[in-house]
């Protein structure tokens, strides 16, 4: 088992305005931050955490156009499932 260091954790990034377009996109706006302060509020507070556990995190950062395309190309909905697939993606540059 690796050890948490070890482990890379990835957590997307938006910008302001791609994530009031995201909340519209997605399926899970019902579970979202309803605004971006609150959802950057929440954001820093996993990645505070994630690293207390001695983890490590990327946060890359999400183009909202390339991953509507993303989730289009293999039929998936943008949700929570879509979008950390997206982010790892993302992250492992493949």
Do not use: H
Not at 5 to 14: E, G, L, P, R
Not at 20 to 26: G, M, P, R, T, V
Not at 38 to 63: I, M, P
């Amino acid at each position: 088992m690796p050890k948490p260091n070890n482990i890379i954790v990835s957590v997307a990034t938006y910008s302001k305005a791609e994530y009031l377009e995201l909340l519209a996109l997605s399926d899970d706006r019902d579970q979202m931050d309803a605004t971006w302060e609150e959802w950057t509020k929440s954001k820093n507070k996993t990645v505070k955490n994630l690293r207390k556990q001695g983890l490590r995190v990327e946060e890359v950062e999400v183009r909202l156009t390339e991953m509507v395309l993303f989730c289009r190309e293999r039929g998936l909905k943008i949700n929570g499932k879509s979008r950390a697939m997206f982010a790892r993606k993302l992250a492992s540059g493949k």
